[in-house]
């Protein structure tokens, strides 16, 4: 037999033989007493009931005997007084059955009744050993240091020893949780000077404390002191070493000591792995997770339902809800029992993911399972079906949550409110806010962060006002977030007084801004070009110890550069570089609109290249504040050439670009007519095909649009083409002819010629016909030559149907 087991193997103690003068209290007795007392204020035969049952002479013993088999301390403490009117029975001649009522009240947690009943023994009689023992475990487990701690001096001063180590463990468990190290190591140290006072969980308690604290070599250093000193070797203190390694980040160091575990005879066990596996899930090393999952199949361990849990709640943060699925599987194929946290962590990576109606099929799987959902269960649920707007949906979970018997509380009416804000829908998550208050649910900092920025955003300013002055009654304080949304929001809505007003207001009340605050300052001088006002604003944030952010800079030099002022607008540039704070696409855009407005185009030109060479990639803004620049200088070319360029980086024009180009292309009409390429210039279809159909007689304005659609369906940018004829018509421009055409030669650049039927209408004149033809030599031109023989395909298909059309109805007229 090991050597290493032989200390645990212990002898048998001795059958203790029942005493003939003290029989012992049946369950059937036991009962019949129970009855008898709670019958007492019914029953006025009680007393006699009483005594048939314990006949005299009834022995402290007997008496404690019969305490002890009593569930109600209220009862025994009815027989204890029973004893004493009846049997002339006083307390110091009842010690034991004191003891066993103090047992009794100790494990009710009552207390008061407790130290009355060790109070009533008196100075002449002493509570057992054991009494004091169960007294001070209960005082620990309700978290009452100190009365626990005097108990255990009660039971040192009287017997000369600590109660028993299953007893100061748990005052000892409880000064390691609350971090009191020298209290639990001068306990400790006591229980240890006392044979058997001490025994491996108390030095694992020790150990446990020391490994939350980072000192997981001292842990060892303590367990390697005590053992073969009355501490057994066991697994369970490498389990604890292993958590203190993951605890401190090491768990490098934590998987050595399990491969330790082996070389010592140790194996491990599910809680060994279920430790490592919880850590390694937490840093998302699902590679290392399944090579421990292959040890436990090696070694014959069944994950546990935790085990599982943990793997799929990493599957769902580092890959997709859909993957962790498979863990479901396994665990139903494994006949794991799963419990409703697995469901949860399921349903709220699908929730997260906008698959809310994979969701529900699984809270509806956790029923039939019959697993009880909880609030974390619904909650989820109800956010993602509010931010999808299917309020109702929300509604009826958060009712059948009620109706299960879970009460919402702040969290359930955040994720509703949440998710009602999200979904647009502020004025419903104030009715929500007012059904919180009838419950007496009140809401949290964060539901009125979330309110206030809602309403905000709707420019709902006087109601996100009103809810800050709530907010100060209820006493939940506002913090920089709410103070910074006001103020934002004010901005927007250009009340630039009101949200002074609640800048100062907020320094009132001792909630400095950040960096966020008084940048949003600033932007609300700047909107207004109070550019002195601006600069002040961000002294004061110096001033404050907040450095100022490239957001900073560039709301300033915005700023200045609207009102005209690019020297100031380039002295703050250069402020922000000294400050190592790179300018970004925003800073450039804002320099450019500079150049535009004061009408240099050519450093506006410059910038746009030098942005180019810092590595920051222009988008719409940028091409647009150039090409406007440019046509009102009359550069008709170098605007046309701008945005080809941005049509080549796939940058789609939006609302204001098309606007320049039309206009753009109408105003300087007299230049594109009379004017010729130079060596500079590249050839633009932009240009080409609006000066082709204005020598054609064709309206400007349509004209300009269809040089835009077609420049767009060159460059493969099909569907905003189709965006742009609607526009067009919108305005009142109908489409023509060339607009079909040019629309045609988008359907055949992105491979779909036989679409064409969609745009192009059923029947043309011969003159529109004509046209069609003329002016697609000119577009062919700008376009790819299998393009231009998949449009002549088309046309020439559409012509033959046009001619078979035409013929009977000759026939017909003749």
């Not at 309110?451 to 809810?467: D, E, H, Q, T, Y």
């Not at 046209?771 to 559409?798: A, M, P, W």
């Amino acid at each position: 037999m090991s050597t290493r087991l032989l200390p645990r193997i212990t002898p048998l103690l001795p059958r203790r033989r029942p005493n003939p003068n003290h029989p012992p209290v049946t369950p059937a007795l036991a009962a019949a007493l129970a009855r008898v007392l709670a019958a007492r204020a019914t029953d006025p035969t009680w007393p006699r009931s009483l005594a048939a049952l314990l006949p005299l002479p009834l022995s402290d013993a007997r008496l404690a005997a019969a305490v002890s088999s009593l569930a109600d301390p209220d009862l025994a403490l009815a027989l204890i007084s029973w004893s004493q009117s009846h049997h002339h029975h006083d307390a110091p001649t009842t010690p034991l059955a004191h003891s066993a009522l103090l047992r009794l009240l100790a494990r009710a947690r009552r207390f008061d009744a407790a130290e009355a009943a060790l109070q009533s023994i008196g100075p002449f009689a002493t509570p057992t050993r054991a009494s004091l023992g169960e007294l001070a475990a209960a005082y620990a487990d309700a978290g009452m240091d100190g009365k626990a701690a005097e108990t255990c001096a009660r039971a040192r001063e009287l017997y000369g020893a600590l109660p028993e180590a299953r007893h100061s463990n748990r005052l000892l468990r409880l000064l390691v949780e609350r971090r009191r190290w020298e209290d639990a190591r001068k306990l400790y140290d006591e229980m240890l000077a006392e044979e058997g006072s001490a025994d491996n969980y108390s030095t694992c308690v020790m150990v446990r404390g020391m490994c939350l604290e980072g000192r997981v070599g001292e842990g060892i250093k303590l367990i390697e002191a005590r053992w073969g000193a009355g501490c057994i070797p066991h697994v369970v203190f490498y389990n604890v070493l292993i958590d203190g390694y993951c605890w401190r980040g090491d768990i490098g160091r934590a998987l050595l000591l399990l491969g330790d575990m082996d070389i010592k005879g140790f194996l491990p066990t599910v809680v060994t792995y279920s430790v490592l596996i919880n850590w390694l899930g937490r840093k998302g090393d699902l590679e290392k997770i399944r090579s421990l999952l292959g040890e436990m199949r090696v070694r014959r361990l069944c994950p546990n339902v935790q085990i599982y849990n943990t793997v799929a709640d990493s599957l769902c943060k580092c890959q997709s809800a859909s993957q962790a699925m498979s863990v479901l599987k396994q665990m139903f194929a494994s006949g794991c029992d799963l419990d409703i946290v697995t469901f949860n962590t399921l349903m709220s990576a699908f929730c997260r993911e906008g698959n809310v109606r994979q969701a529900v099929k699984l809270l509806r799987e956790a029923i039939r399972r019959e697993l009880e959902p909880n609030q974390f269960s619904y909650t989820p649920l109800i956010h993602g079906f509010c931010i999808r707007g299917e309020v109702m949906v929300a509604s009826d979970l958060l009712v059948e949550m009620m109706g299960r018997g879970h009460t919402p509380d702040v969290v359930t009416f955040g994720a509703l409110i949440h998710g009602l804000v999200v979904a647009g829908q502020v004025s419903e998550a104030l009715i929500v806010q007012e059904k919180m208050a009838e419950r007496q649910v009140m809401p949290d900092a964060n539901i009125y962060n979330v309110l206030i920025s809602g309403l905000c955003k709707k420019r709902m300013l006087p109601a996100a006002k009103n809810l800050v002055v709530e907010m100060i009654e209820q006493n939940v304080h506002p913090d920089k977030f709410v103070y910074t949304t006001l103020i934002d929001g004010f901005i927007r809505s250009e009340n630039l007084g009101d949200a002074r007003k609640i800048f100062e207001f907020m320094e009132e009340k001792g909630v400095f801004p950040d960096v966020v605050g008084y940048n949003a300052m600033i932007k609300g001088y700047c909107k207004f070009g109070m550019m002195n006002e601006a600069i002040l604003c961000m002294s004061s944030m110096r001033r404050a110890g907040c450095i100022p952010d490239e957001f900073t800079y560039t709301t300033l030099i915005d700023g200045y550069a609207k009102q005209g002022n690019i020297s100031a607008a380039l002295r703050f540039t250069c402020d922000m570089i000294k400050r190592r704070c790179s300018p970004n696409v925003v800073t450039y855009s804002s320099l450019i609109c500079g150049y535009c407005k004061i009408g240099d185009t050519d450093n506006a030109e410059n910038l746009f290249a030098n942005m180019q060479s810092e590595g920051l990639f222009p988008n719409v803004v940028h091409y647009t504040i150039l090409i406007g620049g440019l046509f009102k200088k009359d550069k008709v070319f170098q605007a046309a050439e701008y945005f080809e360029r941005m049509l080549l980086n796939h940058c789609s024009p939006n609302d204001v670009t098309l606007y320049y180009l039309v206009n753009g292309l109408t105003n300087c009409m007299p230049s594109i007519m009379n004017s010729k390429y130079s060596k500079t210039h590249k050839k633009s279809a932009l240009v080409d095909v609006f000066k082709g159909l204005i020598s054609d007689g064709l309206d400007p304005s349509i004209s300009a649009y269809n040089a835009i659609i077609f420049s767009l369906c060159s460059h493969n940018m099909l569907e905003k083409a189709l965006d742009l004829k609607e526009k067009m018509a919108n305005k009142g421009y109908s489409p023509d002819p060339v607009t079909f055409l040019s629309l045609l030669y988008g359907f055949c650049s992105v491979r779909k010629p036989r679409d064409w039927r969609s745009v192009l209408p059923n029947k043309f004149q011969q003159v529109e016909l004509e046209i069609i033809c003329r002016h697609g030599t000119l577009f062919n031109q700008h376009v790819d030559e299998s393009v231009s023989c998949e449009v002549s395909k088309v046309l020439q298909l559409y012509v033959e149907e046009f001619q078979s059309i035409q013929q009977p109805e000759v026939f017909a007229s003749s």
